[in-house]
């Protein structure tokens, strides 16, 4: 897969994805495998694992599975001796694996707040953490966590919104940490993007999520992948602690663009009455 197309920023880059099984996360394998990286395809569902690893092998790459479990940091423990054993070094980590509970704070369980956390949040601190000091020893590289605009605005599902934001600061606290050993570590904030994640989204939700980005429509995992490979790759060797939104504009556009596009829906209405 380094031979399809011209770029091999990534070539002689090692790289761990959680969550890599499907949607955006094995968009973001192939994505860095076209650009030359060796993948660790990490994910807690076996057979889509292993299927999106025969693909990239498939297409010419270089990837394997390794079943991992980001909430249980004995999960991470094997996965990374089974990772160094397969590849020998590890070189960027990009912790994009994430639930969502769907439920407002009224009605939302201990148990569903606890996993969310644990998947969102607790997973990258487990990974970043014991990834690190492999990063550094490898001479250096990037971790690249996948948060949401989730995490720069308030967000029906509080569970997921507090992740983000939590992942935020995660991700700021780690570059400061980790600065000294060549470790760079920033954020991707998605707004909608068009994976099967969004087919659990209840009614409207989609349709209200189209009319409030400025450029009208949702990210492909392919243009997320191409920021990951870019913070991932030397041509981003000067930057760490940064966020990076991939948004449409939704963020920058604040309640401006929400309230023209209520204005507009509101004066169609008044128009038909």
Request: proline share 4%; hydrophobic share 45%; charged share 20%.
């Amino acid at each position: 897969m380094s031979g399809a197309g011209n770029d091999t920023r990534l070539v002689g880059k090692v790289m761990a994805v959680t969550g890599a099984a499907r949607g955006l996360g094995a968009e973001i394998a192939r994505h860095c495998a076209r650009a030359g990286a060796r993948l660790a395809v990490c994910d807690i569902a076996r057979e889509d694992g292993q299927r999106t690893a025969a693909e990239i092998v498939r297409a010419g790459g270089d990837a394997r599975y390794f079943e991992l479990d980001v909430a249980d940091e004995g999960a991470w423990q094997r996965a990374l001796v089974e990772l160094k054993d397969a590849f020998g070094a590890l070189h960027v980590l990009v912790n994009n694996a994430g639930i969502i509970a769907r439920s407002p704070l009224a009605t939302l369980s201990v148990a569903d707040w606890r996993r969310v956390i644990e998947i969102n949040l607790t997973g990258p601190f487990i990974g970043t953490k014991l990834t690190a000091p492999l990063i550094r020893d490898a001479g250096g590289g990037s971790i690249i966590n996948i948060s949401s605009v989730a995490g720069f605005a308030g967000h029906p599902d509080c569970a997921y919104g507090a992740s983000k934001w939590g992942l935020r600061g995660l991700t700021k606290s780690a570059a400061l940490n980790f600065a000294g050993w060549g470790v760079r570590v920033n954020s991707v904030h998605p707004s909608m993007v068009l994976t099967p994640f969004q087919d659990t989204a209840p009614p409207g939700y989609i349709d209200a999520a189209y009319a409030a980005i400025p450029l009208g429509r949702p990210a492909t995992p392919e243009e997320v992948a191409r920021v990951v490979v870019f913070l991932a790759s030397d041509d981003a060797a000067f930057m760490t602690g940064s966020e990076v939104l991939v948004d449409g504009g939704l963020i920058a556009a604040g309640t401006a663009h929400m309230h023209a596009q209520m204005q507009k829906m509101l004066a169609e209405k008044h128009a038909k009455d």
